[in-house]
């Protein structure tokens, strides 16, 4: 617990009119209970406010015109539970924002618009169990962003995503059906989807130009349809044992 930390036994109850929760509000407290609504008031979550409050054992409801979830915000929050919704008025995600949290389940769907994301900003979450979805908008999947991360069953790239950086599905488990990365893609960068397990179809990259860094699919498992490749497609070291 910091000394700037509101930390206390029982449930966790913000009241509305607050517009922003300052970092480290409640950081460190374990204690917290139930679930956790952010009034639709605030639209600014700072740096490591929730970080490591791992009592929580019900819904994270975020406020509807929240626009920024700093880094560390909920990292290390382990017993939410249910589907987290992306509220239509988020821009930012600092690193870190959601590291470690186990426990929300269903698909985690980003709004139709450009949003920056910053590294490992849902690394290591698990019990996802639905799709992962990305807007239209969205040109790029950040390093680490999704590493560690067990139990989406499908992933949907943007069709305008031009990079996917280091990392960004390391050790992701659980995906299925074929891998189809899109045509507006430029550069995949090394160990993005190293040891990834659970796909079962085919492995489609649409770019017609487009740069493969090392370890791209190292030790994935499971793909089994044919590999296809854009026209110009140019693998700076080998892919893996894809």
């Known amino acids: 617990m910091t000394s700037s ?18 970092t480290y509000e409640y950081a460190n407290c374990p204690n917290f209970t139930g679930s956790l609504k952010i009034p639709d008031t605030v639209t600014k979550i700072d740096d490591y406010a929730f970080t490591d409050c791992s009592g929580f054992t019900g819904t994270l409801t975020l406020s509807k015109n ?17 589907s987290l919704i992306i509220p239509d008025s988020i821009d930012t995600f600092g690193s870190n924002s959601f590291y470690g949290c186990i426990g929300f389940s269903g698909s985690l769907i980003f709004p139709e618009k450009y949003i920056t994301f910053g590294d490992y900003f849902f690394s290591g979450c698990r019990e996802f169990n639905g799709t992962l979805e990305f807007s239209y908008l969205q040109t790029f999947v950040p390093k680490d962003g999704f590493s560690y991360c067990d139990g989406f069953v499908e992933l949907k790239l943007s069709e305008r995503v031009n990079e996917i950086l280091e990392n960004a599905f390391y050790k ?16 995949i960068n090394r160990n993005a989807f190293a ?33 296809e490749f854009g026209n110009e497609t140019y693998i700076t070291k080998p892919l893996g044992n894809y």
Not at 66 to 82: N, P
Not at 198 to 219: C, K, P, Q, R, T
Request: charged letters at 10%; proline letters at 2%; aromatic letters at 14%.
């Open 195 to 227: 040891f990834c397990s659970g796909f079962n179809g085919s492995l489609i990259i649409l770019g017609s130009s487009l740069v493969i860094e090392f370890g791209v699919f190292y030790a994935c498992s499971g793909f089994t349809g044919p590999l």
């Open 5 to 22: 930390s509101i930390c206390f036994e029982g449930e966790l109850i913000i009241p509305e009119g607050i517009t922003q929760i300052i």
């Open 172 to 187: 992701c488990s659980g995906f299925k059906g074929s891998l189809v990365i899109t045509k507006d893609i430029g550069i």
């Open 66 to 82: 929240l626009t920024h979830i700093g880094k560390f915000a909920f990292s290390g929050c382990s017993g939410f539970t249910g």
